[in-house]
């Protein structure tokens, strides 16, 4: 088992940024690779991007350019930097771990931490 939580969440006006953390406990952090989520209101879930177990990040969707996700495996902590932020970027922001092959935009997900809320005012 791995539990994931997320901190970090807020509120920040458009074009400002944002930095999100998800600490890892239970099994070995460095064994999964690390993906970040975000669910916007009446919105589907959608990948914002993928770190490897190496640190080679991919990124999807609009946030591409934008954000940049990183991880300390000596602090179990993986981490999402937000830029340029807009308000159409609000939304619940999930961490979660894979411990299976991937490939692409498709992270098949083992693991999820609870959320944490980013809202963008204008």
């Known amino acids: 088992q791995v539990q994931l939580v997320e901190s970090g969440g807020g509120l920040v006006q458009a074009g400002g940024s944002l930095s999100l953390s998800c600490a890892a406990s239970g099994r070995s952090f460095s064994a999964y690779a690390m993906g970040w989520f975000r669910q916007g209101p009446g919105k589907e879930r959608e990948l914002v991007g993928h770190?490897?177990?190496?640190?080679?990040?991919i990124y999807y969707n609009s946030m591409e350019g934008r954000v940049t996700i990183s991880r300390d495996n000596d602090k179990n902590t993986v981490y999402l930097q937000m830029n340029s932020l807009k308000p159409e970027d609000t939304a619940v922001y999930y961490c979660?771990?894979?411990?299976?092959?991937?490939?692409?935009?498709?992270?098949?997900?083992?693991?999820w931490g609870q959320g944490a809320q980013v809202t963008v005012s204008f």
């Open positions: 979660a771990a894979s411990g299976r092959p991937y490939s692409g935009s498709q992270f098949p997900v083992d693991y």
């Open positions: 770190i490897s177990r190496s640190g080679v990040g």
